[in-house]
């Protein structure tokens, strides 16, 4: 934040006081970051392109060049997102997931398995040096399936077109 816009993003940091950032998903995943020690944070949207792309790492190291931030310092929050009970891409996109690990994809030799971009949000950060307990995404509501809870969450694979987002938001207030 405070240089010029790209054409696209998926990504925000900032280490501005009293500025909330946003990200958007239905399904998708919200990334919420927060590095307490250099006072700077992040948002991102990652959807299953974007998690194999890396826009999770690509907002840690956006915050790393930036402001100065140690990974092993950054508190991360994986919003809800649709789950692996839910989530079926074509077996041609879902090798990806299994090639990143194979617990990220369920019935792998089906035409559509079953993929998990949660775990492999995780999988990404922890081996970018995130620390596994600073990477927030199993309490509370935080681990639903958005396509499960309609109760819930807007969810884009259950409602199609019409469907609304949910919000991952963060500001620095001191």
Not at 83 to 97: D, K, M, N, V
Request: net charge negative.
């Amino acid at each position: 934040m405070g240089k010029k816009e790209p054409e696209s993003y998926d990504g925000i940091v900032t280490n501005q006081r009293g500025v909330t950032i946003t990200a958007l998903g239905a399904d998708c995943i919200t990334i919420v970051f927060a590095d307490p020690v250099k006072k700077a944070c992040g948002v991102a949207h990652s959807g299953w392109k974007g998690t194999l792309l890396g826009v999770a790492m690509a907002t840690v190291n956006a915050m790393s060049a930036e402001y100065g931030c140690n990974p092993e310092d950054i508190v991360v929050v994986l919003g809800p997102s649709v789950g692996p009970c839910c989530f079926t891409l074509p077996r041609e996109q879902a090798i990806s997931f299994h090639d990143l690990h194979p617990s990220c994809v369920r019935q792998f030799d089906s035409l559509n398995p079953y993929v998990d971009i949660r775990k492999a949000t995780r999988i990404l950060l922890e081996r970018g040096g995130i620390l596994p307990q600073h990477i927030h995404d199993q309490k509370g509501d935080l681990d639903l399936c958005t396509s499960c809870h309609p109760d819930k969450f807007f969810s884009h694979v259950r409602d199609g077109l019409n469907f609304g987002t949910q919000i991952g938001f963060i500001s620095i207030r001191e």
